[in-house]
């Protein structure tokens, strides 16, 4: 080291001691100073001063201010010198998981288009899929399901994003009609992670002024690992409102306008200066380092679109002022925005670095006035990646593209952000219309910016015309002008000033290279890129560069700071730590090296105030919550205390920091996002108190604890959201540590983390605080141990302004230690300060390392051997090794004697440096493996204080992103006394190991417990070391004292224990928190004595087996006096929030229902409505009648529609399992709306929850009377059952009422892929444990009978019959390539084995099996059953698609009694015929019997069971003339029903039932494969056999004709046009077929030229189809495709279309019109076609529909539509008959026998021209044109008769002439004959006719013509 300078501290204060006494006013704490003389000493300072004082001056008035808001904050912010300890080494890193999103497309209604073929298409990435193609129809019906398979982080799933689209099928290219778009994201944020049964509204992107193109039904889940999917009931119900259920988050609007989004970007700074290609390296090489060698243009990606702008060259500053406009709907369905940085390459592109945008933190969705567009900036966002060394290959280029944590600052980029909603169309707006003015044609623009890469851009700048640009979603990128006050950007001079107090912890693998630091904030103080003195450049208003301005600046604050501006500390060769070589330490003992870093950015450093404020809010309120959970195990009162002040404190907080925020500093410039968060701020804050105000004050009622928790718990995630700032100001500082001039490791520290403000509360919270940061590697980090160091080091990060209080916390009593050489000019680097530390003082350190519980198991048996190392500063230690286990108790004291801590003691006392506590596995071969960490802070005690033992307590271990468990330990620090070293508190004498125990004083206090097992068995145990187990045995062991089971002998035979219960006694700690765990080891005995470890299990907390006191026999209350009479209980069915009511009218009303054989009107929950007030009125007579009057009232409206559905159900009478069934399923929808909607549940009671059969709707009393009594012998209301979403088990505590069930562990769990993988789990162990503490005497309660054996039933074996009863599958995984599967069922129990692969149902996701299984098994063997579905394969084998499993000996035992559901009402047979063996009387004597409750007592009309009482009909007449009957049943049923309510009972039995159970495959853990619905019921073998079994297979559907004649139609519009006579005609003919049987289309004749639209048919359609009345459904059996070997069955509604079409011989036929007719419920039909128009379709009302299964017979006229207009209409009969009466009474296609239909009566115009050209001739032309025709003839005539005349006039006179002279004849004869050639008569006779007669002068004109006659 060169000589050096040593500045005294005081010295060095002299600048600030004059501010400091100002600021002394403000009863701040200054520091001491020494020497205030020297204030004159530094002169040149003064202008630096004269800088700051303003600005001072400004704070110090603030300060003033605040000093009211201070106290508020008070508790924020603790005066430390040490930041909070973080007992978790690393934060979690972003891991892969597996993701399933499952889509089903079921219907799409009001599709825009004229006869399309509609196909659904979905996209998500890469994978698409579609569905099968509906013809011809504009609301086709699909029911099709979709699975796609996603593995990757959670961040890159959510930006994916669904595209659904619905196109027009062609051969040739199909047309989009419209489509949607969500990302994953926010269907994973909906409630279940799930749209249900939605609307999805579909647009068309090239245009998005038409408004909607259609709607699509469709469910969309997206699942992780262990996210439950709710299961849900379908209904199609047709009458749904479309716009009330459109896919849209909770509290979106329902109609979205379209947005346009503009990007803006304005330029980038700081970006890597280096090209990253190849090609760009080997020319730097060549020309040096000149010229920025990166050619950056910004990529911004939303909403599945992405735009780019152009490329700048050679430039790492680029301007570019270009915007980006996405237009898409708003509020979007998409929440991120992705702009990434680009290098252009001349090979590939690079990404530089990539930024998202959540557009809800930029906007607030609440409405009115409140709530904001999305706006952002202008602002800085920073860019973080990878490392910018300059090395050919960029090791971690994943880190630009978003992938993982940037380790690095990679530029920043300024941009903005603004949204505007366009009303009505993309009409040119404001904004828009501003740009247009400066924009530049796109033509120039494009030559401006020379060689644009549109081609890569998703935006192909084509020739559009503008318009339609601006209506398409297509993105626009467009230059626009900046406005002159974004430019006038003020920077500010900020000072990073850091100081390190610890190196240690460095990985050997550095060897003894010298190691040195860099801090840098962006790229000031960067090595590679900034300069490593200020950083570069500082601009000025002109934005030229001032290097000398900066190298004054420099001067001033190295002066006034005392430091020189470097950014690096030393190099220095590390040492190696004591007591571990794998760990080496740079010695900074007294000189603690500093750096400085000077950096510039602008000033609004508001935001991290605000920032910071909040998080300290939400930090302190986290904090007291611990505070008061646990205060919570002391006491309730002292909790709900603490946690009022906390409340109180959090509203005084919020006050403050609105009163704060108001007051704006003047002069900052904040953007539209700053002021709209302030408001949020203060909205949001408001709503927070006055909600806090309303838990404080309790008006209403008392709120429980747990709720207050879960309240303030919703705050802090609140506020933790406001938190976060979106746009960004000053970087995240970068720690790196170089060795061998290599970046090895970093840390990244959030700038506001560390920000100064002199207001305390905005200050960071680490801001001059001594912070532990552990470097990690950069990129991906491996599994196991990966801190590469541990450094503790102290940052200040501020204004310069405020500089003077960067070293205000440093630990005192240190000076300044300068390098010599900073005064001789700047030639050579400035090498770092130190800070001198002369006072040592000497420690010894005590850990006192007692027991872990929890570890994480890292050997193959599932068990661990562990060890810790305990790291102090430059020393550690080493545990011993505890074999076998993971709750080891090390009991030892580790001492670290003479450690030497620098600086103040009593400060090193109140922050002691901490402890870094390793936990490891030890290998006997290779290197132990790492199962965890944590921290720790030591008690410190000094010499002159008084010696208190620490406490032990629990540190939280963590390894990687898994927990690890706890450690029960404690650390002291004790100073060494100088005068006398031996005097410190004793220790207990070490082992002959020389291991020092755990001292006495420190251990905790023990007391003697008694631990009572109860061994029931082992289960599913699977082979150990390829053996299986055959006699296990269970060890039991807690703090080293334990018991062990007997040995099994056989476990296949016999796999439970022979002796139930055992005990032994242990000393436990009397604190419950210090309780050790309890561990259960499972052994299996092999020959020679052998025995292998099975499996382990540990229970961590033992709190849940304490008993507190011994349990005695049951206390009975003996009074029967208070008479408690009950109103007969609602079905158990309803939701339990119901009964809390009828709890509050249990006690005053009294209401009688009767229980008939056919009266049963299941209890209406009007009856509970009543209000209590009035219990005479109620139970009086006529109360009652009115009361049923009412109730009839409320049912009459849900009956007039339900009405049809009896008819149909009741038709053939067929009442059957299913009609309970579906009966049920209503009734659970019902349920759930009922509580979905949100009102008052007194309004709830208006639904009856019964299904009434009660076909009548009569305003007559006496006939109502009449038809009620009539109507109930024949329609007795459907009993129901209990339907449950999940699995029974679920439901009723996994019966775990009498035994527990814990899993046996084996194998590591240290990796994160095996830590809860299904394949360690190698077995269960069923029993109990029942803890309290020991009796005094040592003696056994109960005659010797342990407490825990009360109630257990004996464990021999039990023969069992078990029905197993599989109903139906939904959203099978699909199993084949074309996404569908061919389920089958196949049962395993114990050995038995039912394969039910015959009965597979083909190309299915959804089957209704239906199928019920007998199996007979003994238990304990055969308890665990199976069901697994399998996809049947022809070829190959079976894919399993997924199982689960069911434990039925916790049924079969349990005190829920779930043998055998209780039915809802006792019926003897039929299709609710009671069917457990034992009737209900009979279960109800027994269960008293066990219990030991009095009773029953059956009395006439009531029954007493211990003190209740309960009412209800007990007498039942069959018929008028029989005798009554006497029965008991209907009443002890409903009694077993309301069991849970009865005194010294307590458990619900389980009801009648369907369990819908997940599947799972052992490929896929966690994620749900389908869901299967099923029941089971078990009846021992000991008791009366039970009846048959229930029928449940499938209904089959019933075959059906529908006969359709069309008769005629009328006012078809005609749309060929007469080429003669301009007269449109149509030829019309109709086509009809039923949705899903495309193939058995039929059409009619055509009905040539119908001149009027009328068209004459008589023409019969006969369609045959199959349906399944119950569920208004079709059935559709038929191939897909020709290659399928199966026929696929498809449920369908039923529905007709008819089209009507205009027949073209020589092109297509065109489409007319259309008529899709719901056979369950169309329009009733128009008398007359005149009184027939578009509303009696499109208009029609529920009442004014008819469903042709009731109707049977219709006919009328009905419209055909087109596009939304009217286009036709025709006159149809429909005739639904069965398929037994269609084979009695055939009738004949078309006009064919049998009954034939006559011969259309058509005019005579009617014919095909093309078949009859004459007739056509004559229709066409001769009837229209006669008159015009005949006239035309008799012209023509005419004209060829003056024509000829004219012709032959001039032949005649000449010869007349000519005659007179014979010789001239002669002559004439003889020049005809030579110099006339001949001329064919035949062709032109006329014409050599009229020549010959010309004379001889004439022959020269004769030859003349000639030749223009052969021409």
């Known amino acids: ?116 073929d509609p196909v659904v298409i979905i996209e998500i990435g890469d994978e698409k899929k579609q569905t099968t ?93 262990g996210d439950a999917m709710q299961a849900t009931q379908k209904t199609a119900d047709t009458e749904e409102q479309i716009e009330k259920n459109l896919l849209i988050p909770k509290g979106f609007p329902s109609e979205r306008p379209w947005a346009r989004f503009y990007v803006r970007i304005y330029k980038a700074e700081g970006l890597p200066k280096m090209n990253s290609s190849i090609m760009a390296n080997v020319t730097k090489a060549f020309i040096g380092d000149s010229k920025d060698l990166v050619d950056p243009y910004v990529v911004v990606m939303f909403a599945g679109q992405m735009g780019r702008t152009t490329v700048q060259k050679n430039c790492a500053d680029p301007v570019w002022h270009e915007q980006i406009i996405f237009k898409e709907m708003f509020p979007p369905l998409c929440r991120r925005v992705k702009i990434q940085v680009w290098d252009e390459g001349s090979m590939n592109d690079v990404a530089l670095a990539t930024h998202f945008i959540d557009l809800k933190k930029i906007s607030n969705e609440q409405d009115g006035d409140k709530g904001f567009l999305p706006t952002f900036g202008p602002a800085w966002i920073n860019l973080y990646g990878s490392p910018r060394n300059h090395s050919l290959i960029d090791d971690h280029q ?219 809010m939400a930090d302190h309120l986290e904090e007291s919550l611990e ?75 008392k709120m429980p604890l747990d709720e207050m928790i879960r309240e303030t718990q919703s705050f802090i995630d609140k506020i933790r959201f406001l938190v976060d700032e979106p746009q960004n100001t000053v970087p995240d500082v970068f720690i790196w540590m170089i060795s061998n001039n290599k970046r090895v490791a970093y840390a990244r520290v959030p700038a506001k983390n560390i920000l100064y403000s002199p207001a305390k509360e905005q200050r960071g919270k680490d801001c001059g605080k001594i912070k532990t940061h552990f470097l990690k590697l950069p990129g991906k980090r491996p599994l196991g141990w990966t801190v590469q160091a541990k450094v503790d080091i102290y940052l200040w990060l501020g204004p310069t302004s405020y500089a003077h209080s960067a070293m205000e916390n440093l630990p005192v009593g240190y000076e300044i230690e300068l390098p010599s050489n900073t005064n001789s000019g700047h030639s050579v680097l400035p090498s770092p300060a130190c800070l001198l530390y002369k006072t040592p003082h000497l420690f010894q350190l005590r850990a006192h390392m007692y027991q872990a519980r929890g570890l994480i198991a890292a050997d193959s048996t599932g068990l661990s051997d562990p060890f810790a190392k305990v790291t102090f500063t430059s020393r550690c230690q080493t545990t011993k090794i505890i074999s076998q286990t993971l709750s080891p108790t090390w009991n030892q004291t580790l001492l670290f004697n003479s450690i030497m801590l620098h600086g103040d003691k009593e400060e090193i006392a109140q922050f002691p440096p901490e402890i870094v506590i390793e936990l490891y596995d030890d290998d006997a071969v290779g290197k132990a493996e790492y199962i965890g960490s944590t921290v720790a802070a030591p008690m410190v005690r000094l010499a002159h204080q008084n010696y208190e033992p620490p406490k032990l307590c629990y540190h939280p271990v963590h390894c990687g992103s898994l927990s690890g468990g706890d450690l029960l330990a404690t650390f002291e620090l004790l100073e060494i006394p100088e005068s006398d070293p031996d005097r410190l508190p004793p220790l207990d004498p070490p082992d002959i190991g020389q291991i020092y125990p755990v001292p006495a004083n420190i251990r905790p206090v023990l007391s003697k417990y008694r631990v009572e097992v109860l061994f029931w068995g082992v289960r599913e145990l699977k082979k150990v070391q390829l053996l299986s187990v055959d006699r296990p045995q269970v060890l039991i062991e807690c703090a080293g004292k334990g018991v062990k089971s007997s040995v099994i002998q056989s476990y296949k035979k016999n796999p439970n224990f022979t002796g139930l219960a055992d005990w032994f006694e242990v000393e436990l700690p009397e604190n419950e928190l210090l309780h050790p765990p309890l561990s259960i080891c499972v052994v299996d005995w092999r020959a020679f004595g052998r025995s292998t470890l099975v499996g382990t299990h540990t229970i961590n907390c033992l709190k849940q087996f304490l008993c507190k006191t011994p349990l005695g026999p049951q206390a009975i209350p003996d009074r029967v006096d208070t008479v408690e009479i009950q109103i007969d209980s609602p079905e158990p069915s309803q939701p339990a929030e119901l009964s809390q009511e009828e709890q509050l009218l249990a006690d005053d009303i009294y209401a009688e229902v009767e229980q008939g054989k056919w009266t049963v009107v299941e209890p209406d929950s009007s009856l509970t409505a009543l ?108 009993a129901t059952l209990q339907i449950y979403e999940g699995d029974l088990e679920s439901e009723f505590n996994n019966f775990e009422d009498w035994v527990k069930t814990f899993q046996l562990l084996r194998g590591k769990s240290n990796d994160e892929v095996h830590a809860d993988a299904e394949d360690r789990i190698i077995g269960k162990f069923k029993g109990s444990f029942c803890i309290y503490p020991s009796p005094e005497d040592g003696s056994l309660l109960d005659g010797g009978q ?145 219990y030991r409750i009095r009773g029953p007592f059956m009395r006439p009309g009531e029954i007493q069971v211990g003190t209740k009482i309960f009412k209800g009909q007990t007498v039942f007449t069959e018929d008028e003339n029989e005798e009554p009957v006497e029965s008991y049943e209907h009443l002890s049923l409903k009694v077993l ?271 095909s021209w093309f078949v009859n050209p004459f007739k056509c001739l004559y229709h066409l032309i001769w009837r229209n044109y006669k008159k015009y025709i005949i006239i035309g003839i008799i012209l023509l005539i005419l004209v060829i008769f003056l024509v000829l005349f004219i012709y032959t006039l001039p032949g005649a006179i000449s010869e007349r002439i000519v005659i007179g002279t014979e010789q001239s004849a002669t002559l004439g004869q003889h020049i005809s004959e030579e110099s006339f050639t001949h001329v064919s008569t035949s062709s032109l006779s006329g014409y050599s006719w009229s020549c010959s007669l010309i004379w001889k002068p004439c022959t020269p004109l004769f030859i003349l013509d000639q030749g223009i006659l052969q021409a």
């Open 1537 to 1807: 029903r309301a069991w849970e309510e009865i005194p010294g009972a307590g458990y619900k039995l389980v009801p009648e039932h369907i369990e819908t159970r997940p599947l799972y495959h052992k490929d896929k853990p966690g994620m749900e494969q389908g869901r299967v619905q099923m029941w089971v019921d078990m009846f021992p073998n000991d008791m009366p056999l039970p009846g048959p079994p229930v029928d449940i297979s499938p209904r089959k559907p019933k075959g059906y004709e529908l006969r359709v004649i069309i008769w005629n139609t009328e006012d078809v519009i005609l749309e060929d046009e007469n080429i003669f006579t301009g007269q449109k005609s149509s030829d019309i003919y109709v086509k009809g077929w039923i949705k899903g049987l495309e193939e058995d289309k039929q059409e009619t004749d055509v009905h040539y030229n119908s001149l009027t639209g009328e068209g004459n048919f008589n023409w019969r359609f006969v369609f045959p189809f199959h349906y399944l009345p119950a569920e208004k459904q079709m059935v559709v059996t038929k191939r897909e495709n020709i290659f399928s070997l199966e026929k696929t069955e498809r449920k369908i509604p039923a529905e007709l279309v008819l089209q009507v079409w205009d027949f073209e011989r020589l092109s297509s036929d065109d489409f007319l019109g259309t008529l899709e007719l719901d056979l369950n419920g169309f329009p009733r039909a128009a008398k007359t076609a005149k009184s027939c128009d578009l509303g009696t379709v499109v208009a029609a009302s529920a009442e004014n529909k008819i469903s042709i299964f009731q109707q049977k017979r219709i006919r009328g006229w009905w419209p055909f539509i087109k596009a939304g207009e009217l286009t036709g209409k025709v006159e149809a009969e429909f005739h639904l008959v069965t398929a037994e009466e269609a084979e009695k009474n055939p009738v004949g296609k078309a006009r064919k026998e049998p009954e034939p239909l006559e011969k259309p009566n058509r005019p005579d115009t009617s014919f």
């Open 133 to 225: 193609v509906k013809e011809g129809t504009n609301a086709p019906f699909y029911n099709e399901y979709f699975l796609f398979d996603f593995v990757g982080p959670q961040a890159l799933l959510f930006d994916k994003i669904i595209n659904i689209s619905v196109m027009h099928h062609k051969l040739i290219g199909s047309v989009l009609i419209g489509s949607f778009k969500v990302d994953l994201g926010t269907v994973y944020i909906q409630p279940g992670h799930q749209f249900c049964d939605k609307w999805a509204l579909l647009t068309d992107p090239a245009d998005i002024r038409t408004g909607a193109k259609g709607y699509l039904k469709c469910d969309l889940s997206v699942t992780g690992k």
């Open 627 to 701: 505070q008061v959970k646990d205060l919570i195990k002391v006491s309730e009162t002292a909790a709900e205390e603490k946690m009022k002040k906390t409340l109180n404190g959090f509203i005084n907080q919020s006050r403050a920091f609105m009163v704060i925020a108001e007051k704006k500093p003047k002069g900052l410039n904040y953007t539209a996002l700053d002021k709209k968060r302030l408001m949020l701020f203060k909205q949001e804050l408001e709503a927070m108190s006055s909600d806090a105000k309303g838990i404080i004050q309790q008006q209403k009622k």
């Open 1171 to 1278: 209000p209590a007030t009035e219990p005479e009125h109620a139970a009086s007579e006529p109360g009652k009648e009115k009361k049923k009057k009412d109730m009839k009232k409320s049912i009459r409206r849900s009956t007039k529609r339900r009405k049809r559905t009896i008819a149909d159900e009741s038709a053939e009478n067929v009442i059957d399992w299913w009609s309970k069934y579906y009966a049920s399923v209503l009734k659970m929808q019902k349920a759930k709306e009922i509580f979905s909607s949100e009102e008052k549940p007194e309004d709830n009671k208006q639904t009856s929850d019964h299904i009434a059969l009660i076909i009548e709707d009569e305003p007559d009393r006496k006939k109502k009377d009449k038809t009620l009594k009539r109507i109930q012998k024949e329609t007795p209301s459907l």
């Open 1346 to 1490: 342990p407490h825990i054996l009360q109630g257990i039933p004996p464990n021999h074996s039990v023969k069992v019959l078990i029905r197993v009863y599989i109903v139906a599958a939904f959203n099978l995984s699909p199993a084949d390539p074309d996404g569908k599967s061919d389920p089958y069922i196949v049962l395993r129990l114990g050995n038995t084995e039912i394969k039910d692969r015959e009965n597979y149902i083909p190309k299915q996701l959804n089957p209704i099996f239906g199928r019920s299984f007998e199996i007979q098994a003994t238990f304990p063997k055969d308890s665990l059953l199976t069901v697994l579905i399998y996809d049947h394969d022809f070829i190959g084998t079976d894919d399993l698609i997924g199982e689960t499993k069911i434990d039925l000996e916790n049924r079969f035992y349990s005190r829920h009694r779930a043998t055998c559901g209780l039915q809802s009402q006792y019926e003897i047979e039929g299709y609710n015929a009671w069917r457990d063996a034992t009737k209900p009387s009979e279960i109800l004597t027994k269960l008293c019997k066990d």
């Open 398 to 616: 994943e880190l630009n593209e978003g992938f993982g944590e940037g380790v690095s600052f990679r530029g920043r980029l300024f941009l903005e952000i603004a949204v505007e909603i366009l009303s009505g169309g993309a009409r040119e707006s404001k904004f828009s219309s501003i740009i247009k003015d400066v924009k530049l044609s796109s033509k120039d623009f494009k030559a401006l910016k020379g060689k644009d890469k549109t081609d890569k851009a998703g935006e192909d700048r084509k020739s559009a015309s503008p318009s339609d640009k601006m209506n398409s979603t297509e993105v626009e990128v467009e230059p626009f002008d900046v406005p002159l006050e974004i430019y006038e950007e003020k920077f500010e001079e900020f000072l990073l000033f850091g100081t390190f107090f610890e190196a240690t912890m460095i990985d050997r693998k550095f060897g003894d290279k010298p190691i040195t630091f860099e801090v840098s904030v962006g790229n000031f103080g960067n090595t590679t890129d900034g300069s490593a003195g200020a950083g570069g450049k500082k601009k000025t208003h002109n934005g030229e560069a001032e290097e000398s301005l900066l190298q004054e600046g420099e001067d001033d604050i190295s002066h006034d700071l005392g430091v020189p501006l470097i950014s690096t500390t030393a190099p220095e060769k590390p040492l190696i730590t004591g007591g571990n070589r794998n760990y080496q330490y740079l010695p900074y003992d007294e000189r603690k090296p500093c750096i400085c870093v000077k950096s510039y950015w602008g000033n609004q450093t508001f935001r991290l105030y605000s920032s910071n404020t909040l998080e300290k």
């Open 1 to 116: 080291m060169e000589p050096s300078t040593v500045v005294p501290q005081a010295h060095r204060k002299g600048l600030f001691a004059g501010m400091k006494l100002k600021k002394k006013k403000k009863g701040e704490k200054g520091l001491t100073i020494a020497n205030k003389d020297a204030l004159g000493d530094h002169d040149e300072t003064t202008n630096f001063l004269h800088d700051t004082l303003g600005r001072q001056e400004e704070v110090a008035e603030d300060l003033m201010n605040n000093d009211a808001l201070s106290s508020a904050f008070g508790s924020l912010s603790p005066n430390r010198k040490r930041a909070k300890l973080v007992t978790r080494i690393h934060e979690e890193e972003m891991k892969s998981q597996n993701y399933q999103i499952a889509i089903t497309i079921i219907e799409a209604r009001q599709l825009v288009g004229e006869n399309i």
